[in-house]
């Protein structure tokens, strides 16, 4: 059988890596870090079929510019003069329409729904990583932001999803672990959550299981290429012979793929998350604070609170105290008796969502490169395609029909 070398061994990687060990695959992790922290992590772990609108859409440009002066904002582009970002925002610009919209919308409902099937299959087997189905719930506490989200739920409507438009009183109702000041809300059924701590550990215990070779701590430098092919992966650890090569290597792509004369443009959007142990008094169902951008995950006991979006780069580590103030701001605005304080610094989670211009994920076969497949650029929604993108993978690999189109997740 053939072996498979696996570069990043975040959730995208490990769930491609289990996809093909499951098919009989030699199969081989390498990953920079220890593996115990990242992007795949500290995230806010929800599953969401929901999220059919990409980052890149009509109004997001001027929604974007206004909140770069507001130093608590959401969103944020760090500027710097710099060809990678004048690129990424050119080609952001290009795709922020409603035609790229309408094409999108589909192809992210497909895939995530498929990848919810997936974690669900996994949960049966063993849920020790907190599956649960409980939805998610868009709050709002203005009419503006109101007309928008409604508008979303109605467009998830068309493409078979089940949605509920509360009003305030029944926002009330179904939230039942704490008061909510909004003036309204709508309820995505289709949505899931899990602990991505937990799922990683979980995922990585299947790995063992299914005799994947993991090397941690081992850094991929570069390649030696022969007949439009790699033959060799050059680490800090010596070289290794490969037949499949998987890219999974989120924020740091375009980096590895230059080693490749690859162009992936990518930029790490920064975002930071906080989680509180063992809270008895806190919200039962995964929520967005619209207003605020910030998603709120009750995970087990504990419950996350996550958000903003610096698009930065991967050496920008600081946590930006302000952009946390902000997300504080909204939980306390929206939930009025949970009265959260700042966390300390020590206590914040940051990680590098990858970002591609288009909003869209790349999951394709490299066209150059005869036994190179790239997976990378999830952005926010990484934990929830990861199983899908895996499955993908390994049929990408054994020339099958993919499972959903793959047409909008090409480079
Ligand atoms: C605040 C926040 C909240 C989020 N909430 C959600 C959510 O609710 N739902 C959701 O679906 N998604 C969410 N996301 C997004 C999700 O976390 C990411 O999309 C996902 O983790 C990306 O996974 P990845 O495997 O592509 O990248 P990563 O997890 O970053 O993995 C890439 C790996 O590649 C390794 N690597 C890089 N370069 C090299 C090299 N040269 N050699 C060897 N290894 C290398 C890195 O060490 C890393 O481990 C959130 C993100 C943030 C920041």
């Avoid at 939805?135 to 509920?164: P, R």
């Avoid at 063992?208 to 992966?233: G, M, W």
């Avoid at 793929?257 to 975002?271: D, E, H, M, Q, R």
Wanted: with cysteine; charged share 20%.
């Amino acid at each position: 059988m053939k072996k498979v070398s696996i570069i990043g061994g975040g959730i995208i990687g490990l769930c491609s890596a289990y996809y093909l060990a499951k098919e009989g695959y030699e199969v081989v992790v390498f990953d920079k870090s220890d593996m115990s922290d990242g992007c795949s992590y500290g995230n806010a772990g929800m599953i969401v079929p929901s999220h059919i609108i990409p980052l890149a859409q009509p109004g997001m440009i001027a929604q974007g510019i206004k909140w770069m002066f507001d130093s608590q904002s959401p969103f944020y582009v760090k500027p710097r003069l710099n060809l990678d970002l004048m690129k990424w925002g050119l080609q952001f610009y290009k795709h922020a329409n409603l035609k790229h919209v309408e094409k999108a919308m589909p192809a992210l409902c497909n895939l995530s729904l498929l990848s919810k099937d997936l974690y669900q299959d996994f949960a049966q087997q063993n849920n020790s990583f907190f599956y649960e189905e409980k939805g998610l719930l868009m709050l709002y506490k203005t009419e503006k932001t109101g007309e928008e989200i409604q508008h979303e739920g109605i467009l998830a409507e068309k493409l078979g999803l089940e949605v509920d438009f509360l009003s305030k009183e029944e926002v009330s109702q179904l939230e039942k672990g704490t008061a909510t000041n909004v003036i309204g809300g709508v309820h995505y059924k289709s949505d899931a959550h899990v602990y991505p701590q937990k799922f990683m550990q979980f995922i990585k215990e299947e790995l063992k299981r299914l005799n994947v070779k993991i090397h941690s701590q081992t850094t991929v430098n570069d390649f030696v290429l022969k007949n439009n092919a790699i033959a060799e992966i050059i680490t800090d650890k010596g070289n290794f012979e490969a037949d499949e090569v998987v890219l999974a290597t989120g924020s740091w792509s375009p980096h590895i793929a230059k080693k490749l004369n690859v162009s992936i443009s990518i930029l790490p959007g920064k975002g930071y998350s906080f989680t509180l142990n063992d809270q008895s008094h806190k919200p039962s169902i995964p929520t967005i604070l619209c207003e605020g951008k910030v998603a709120v995950t009750p995970m087990n006991n504990d419950i996350r609170f996550g958000g903003t979006m610096e698009i930065t780069h991967t050496n920008d580590t600081k946590i930006n105290q302000n952009r946390l103030q902000g997300i504080v701001n909204s939980i306390n605005d929206f939930y009025p008796d949970l009265k959260i304080e700042m966390p300390k610094e020590q206590d914040t989670w940051f990680g590098f969502r990858p970002c591609t211009p288009s909003g869209m994920p790349i999951i394709t076969r490299d066209k150059k490169l005869k036994n190179l497949t790239l997976v990378t650029g999830h952005a926010m929604m990484g934990l929830s395609l990861a199983p899908a993108t895996g499955k993908i993978v390994e049929e990408i690999i054994s020339g099958k029909k993919t499972s959903v189109d793959t047409q909008m997740f090409q480079l």
